[in-house]
């Protein structure tokens, strides 16, 4: 399966998709530690891709998305942005907002 038919399908089968380093219980960088104690904060259900387990999908994601960096926080596929925009979505209560609207929390 091509990489960008593989990040569609998570995309699909999942509301709320956090591609990062390492997984949600076990980080392997700060910036998505960060993205995902927000969403565990806000009691999000969400799916966690470790993008270090394939270097396809590392590199597939940041094509996908046309954004640099990982984390990358998807919500019923579309993508919201990184760790940076994400900690200030939450900062202001967008993120919240943003959910609510969605039905996720």
Same mark, same amino acid.
């Given at each position: 399966?091509? #990489?960008?038919? /593989?990040?569609?399908?998570? $995309? !699909?089968?999942?509301?709320?998709?956090?591609?990062? +380093?390492?997984?949600?219980?076990?980080?392997?960088?700060?910036?998505?530690?960060?993205?995902?104690?927000?969403?565990?904060?806000?009691? #999000?259900?969400? /799916?966690?891709?470790?993008? $270090? !387990?394939?270097?396809?999908?590392?590199?597939?994601? +940041?094509?996908?998305?046309?954004?640099?960096?990982?984390?990358?926080?998807?919500?019923?596929?579309?993508?919201?942005?990184?760790?940076?925009?994400?900690?200030?979505?939450?900062?202001?209560? !967008?993120?919240?907002?943003?959910?609510?609207?969605?039905?996720?929390?």
């Amino acid at each position: 399966m091509e #990489v960008k038919e /593989k990040i569609k399908e998570i $995309l !699909e089968n999942n509301d709320v998709c956090l591609f990062m +380093k390492g997984t949600a219980n076990a980080p392997q960088c700060g910036f998505s530690s960060a993205v995902a104690n927000v969403l565990k904060h806000l009691k #999000v259900n969400f /799916k966690d891709i470790n993008v $270090l !387990e394939d270097e396809n999908l590392r590199q597939g994601i +940041k094509d996908f998305s046309d954004w640099p960096t990982i984390p990358q926080l998807y919500i019923k596929n579309e993508f919201i942005g990184g760790c940076d925009i994400i900690k200030e979505m939450f900062e202001k209560g !967008e993120l919240k907002s943003l959910l609510q609207e969605k039905n996720l929390i």
